[in-house]
Each structure stands twice: as C-alpha cells, then as structure tokens.
C-alpha cells in the first residue's frame, strides 16, 4: 500500500515557476514508476510526466516537453515536478500517481489505468 500526498501549489503569473513535490508512504516507493497527470476543468484527466522506479528515464506530454521536468529522491520517498514557464492552460489539479511495478514503456507509463494508488491532487492556477 501506498499513500501520496501531494503539495506545491498555487496560484502564479504566466512565465512563472511551480514546483510541487509529491511525498509516499511505504516501503514499496524504491520499487515504483512514479506519475504526474492533471485534470482542468470541464476536461478528462490527461498524463504530464513520468519516471521509472530507478530514475534512470523520465517521459511527458508534449505540452509541457522542455518547460517541466520530474525527479525523484527515494531516499526521501518524494517525486517532485519542476514547472518553468508556466501558461494560462496549464491550470488543472494536478495527481502523482503510483505504478506498483517496475515495468516501463512510454506508452505504458501514460496510460492512467497503469497506475495503483493515486494522491488527492494540488490546485494549480496560471494567471494570464
């Protein structure tokens, strides 16, 4: 079992920076691809970036490609999302998510229903 709790936030100008930062329970978190995706509103929750169990690769969107980068500490089982140069269509709540395996493929990793345990999400809200 794992638990996510996710913060980082808030409300930002556009051209701004966020980062949210993603804290697990459980001894599982070493041995699990982590995720982050996001739901605006009126909108179906959509991927936004995601890093195998070692770290070794990460994956995202097109959308948000050379503007947000994820990472992970398993030493402080915490995922974080570097978001630079943040856009007005950027604003949704934002999930981690937790894929209880360590099997990847970029399409795999995309997909919502490859994912176990999910936080209860972080509002984010770009100004234009």
């Known amino acids: 079992q794992v638990q996510l709790v996710e913060s980082g936030g808030g409300l930002v100008q556009a051209g701004g920076s966020l980062r949210l930062s993603c804290a697990a329970s459980g001894r599982t978190f070493s041995r699990s691809n982590m995720g982050w995706f996001r739901q605006a509103p009126g909108k179906e929750r959509e991927f936004v970036a995601a890093?195998?169990?070692?770290?070794?690769?990460?994956f995202y969107a097109d959308s948000v490609k050379g503007r947000f980068a994820i990472s992970r500490d398993n030493a402080k089982n915490t995922v974080y999302l570097e978001m630079n140069s943040l856009k007005p269509e950027d604003t949704a709540v934002y999930y981690c998510?937790?894929?209880?395996?360590?099997?990847?493929?970029?399409?795999?990793?995309?997909?919502?229903?490859?994912?176990?345990?999910w936080g209860q999400g972080t509002q984010v809200t770009v100004s234009s």
């Open positions: 890093i195998t169990w070692s770290g070794s690769s990460t």
């Open positions: 998510a937790a894929d209880a395996s360590t099997y990847y493929t970029s399409a795999y990793l995309g997909r919502i229903r490859s994912y176990d345990y």
